[in-house]
């Protein structure tokens, strides 16, 4: 009998192709019910890196050299890059180029933020985007579309938020710049106490990469996250420390100010100089960091649990296989 609230085991298991674009979302989706074959290369390029031990992985994730896929049985396709796509033509066969799909779609569109045409078409797919404000700004042209929001285990750490500091987390912030907000953290940092980790984040005087699964403690050590994010998906980090109950503060664009309410589970405003103030205001009163940060943590229970989350992804998958 299926406990009160769980999710329903599939009809059936399926084998889905797909990349190990992003380690932190292949370990939330590996919680989905189906077994999920990736494909590696020698030297670990983009899309094929070794899977590794920094993750947990479970038995439904294993990794095959590319060049063996041709000769693998899948039921579907979850392409998550255009280069994945790209590589479809090489590594796969023609029936199973055309079996059902999906294209999960990380980043809001680029060059343009509204008029950029999304390059998936296929007859049998389907675009997936992480969140509202990514499916309302690309043009999916005659593509059918779903949502389905981020889904992040809960970690184990509990606020603690000792370190009167701010936390950043963002890779690669030195070459990615303005989009990213380069000039708004290092502006903050300037102005209050401010940490950066993350890959390449030495180049800005950061601490380097944290393993994925130690992320959590590290942040719940700090009062608050900061994020200085103009333009791009919501982060799963930031999701990461509203569940280790730290308080959110950030500029207050694309999809995160639907998540924080301001003076109730953290503060988003598009002026630089009032997030500092607020920030000092959280590093004065560590009462009042915690009490944003547990009203955060209700709200990312509720809206990036994990049942949630598969419950989505097992529809996802459900869909694509009826439309064949």
Same mark, same amino acid.
């Given at each position: ?28 989706? !590996?919680?989905?019910? $189906? ?31 590319? =060049?063996? *896929? ?10 998550? !890059? ?7 033509? *090489?590594?796969?066969?023609? +029936? ?24 998936? #078409? ?6 997936? $985007?992480? &969140?509202?404000?990514?499916? /309302? ?8 579309? #779903?949502?389905? +929001? ?6 184990? @750490? ?5 370190? %009167? ?9 030195? #070459? ?32 380097? +990469? ?19 994010? #103009?333009? /791009? !998906? ?5 999701? +990461?420390?509203? *569940? ?10 694309? =999809?995160?100010? &639907?998540?924080?309410? !301001?003076? =109730? ?15 000092? %205001? ?6 009042? @960091? ?28 459900? &869909?694509?296989? =009826? /439309?064949?």
């Amino acid at each position: 009998m299926t406990p009160p609230n769980a999710v329903p085991p599939p009809r059936r298991r399926l084998r889905i192709l797909t990349w190990h674009v992003h380690g932190n979302y292949l370990y939330a989706l !590996s919680h989905v019910p $189906h077994d999920f074959i990736v494909p590696g290369l020698p030297g670990g390029p983009p899309g094929y890196g070794a899977l590794g031990r920094r993750i947990p992985w479970t038995g439904n994730v294993a990794q095959v050299p590319a =060049e063996d *896929l041709r000769s693998l049985r899948f039921d579907c396709v979850l392409y998550q !890059s255009r280069q994945n796509l790209d590589d479809a033509r *090489l590594l796969l066969g023609e +029936e199973q180029r055309a079996l059902p799909c999906a294209y999960l779609e990380h980043n809001p569109p680029e060059p343009h933020p509204t008029d950029t045409l999304h390059p998936f #078409r296929h007859e049998r797919g389907l675009i997936v $985007h992480v &969140t509202p404000f990514n499916a /309302a700004m690309w043009d999916s042209g005659p593509m059918p579309v #779903r949502v389905v +929001e981020h889904g992040v285990p809960p970690p184990a @750490a509990a606020y603690d938020g000792s370190l %009167e500091c701010g936390i950043v987390v963002i890779n690669h912030l030195a #070459r990615r710049g303005r989009r990213i907000g380069r000039d708004i953290f290092e502006s903050v940092r300037a102005r209050t106490p401010l940490d950066l980790i993350g890959m390449g984040s030495e180049a800005l005087g950061g601490q380097g +990469e944290v393993p994925n699964m130690e992320v959590g403690a590290c942040l719940a050590r700090y009062r608050y996250f900061f994020s200085p994010i #103009r333009y /791009a !998906s919501l982060g799963l980090s930031l999701v +990461e420390a509203m *569940l280790c109950g730290v308080p959110v503060v950030g500029f207050a664009a694309t =999809e995160l100010p &639907t998540v924080i309410r !301001s003076g =109730e589970n953290g503060y988003v405003d598009t002026r630089p100089g009032r997030l500092v103030e607020v920030a000092r %205001e959280l590093l004065a009163q560590p009462e009042l @960091a915690r009490a944003w940060g547990a009203a955060g943590r209700e709200t990312a229970r509720r809206r990036f649990g994990m049942e949630r989350f598969v419950s989505d992804w097992m529809d996802v998958f459900d &869909t694509i296989l =009826e /439309a064949a």
